[in-house]
């Protein structure tokens, strides 16, 4: 992941020159969280994380900068469920989404037959996609066991 990291670093610190903004310590700080971050996050995960570690980040920077990884493609948005924004690093293999409305697990999945009935939908239509995602929400199988006792 080292390289990767050093990658997507270098792909963070351009953009904010670009925009006029500055590499800070504290941006430092919340990519590498971010980055070694498995699953899904919540933002205040990683807010409460530095205020556990005594780490000198603000709120809003790590919305701020947050922000400024999802427009360049390195986290993505997947689901809001009860009042939350779930969020997860972007680097991986495109997936979709099963969420379980009773105890919130997320089954992740990826469906070539889903991808591609998607991409003959837009074909039809001549849409050009530039994101997607898909979320089921139903009730896991753990949690029907549960209720079948």
């Known amino acids: 992941m080292a390289c990767l990291e050093e990658i997507v670093k270098e792909k963070f610190k351009k ?6 903004l500055r590499y800070t310590r504290q941006r430092e700080d919340i ?3 971010i980055l070694e971050t498995k699953g899904h996050f919540e933002i205040e995960d990683i807010v409460l994380d530095f205020k556990k570690h005594n780490l000198d980040v603000s709120r809003s920077t790590v919305y701020r900068t947050l922000n400024i990884l999802k427009e360049l493609g390195i986290v993505n948005e997947v689901i809001k ?9 972007a680097l991986k293999e495109h ?3 099963l969420v379980c409305e009773k105890c919130g ?9 889903i991808e ?3 991409n003959n ?6 849409f050009k996609p530039t994101f997607h995602r898909l979320e089921i929400y139903g009730i896991c199988e753990d949690c029907q066991k549960k209720n079948e006792r």
């Open 15 to 20: 953009y904010l020159k670009e925009k006029g």
């Open 31 to 33: 990519l590498r969280k």
């Open 81 to 89: 469920f009860k009042n939350k924004t779930l969020y997860e690093v």
């Open 95 to 97: 997936h979709d989404h």
């Open 105 to 113: 697990k997320i089954i992740e999945f990826h469906s070539e037959e």
């Open 116 to 118: 591609e009935l998607q």
């Open 121 to 126: 939908i837009c074909k039809d239509y001549n």
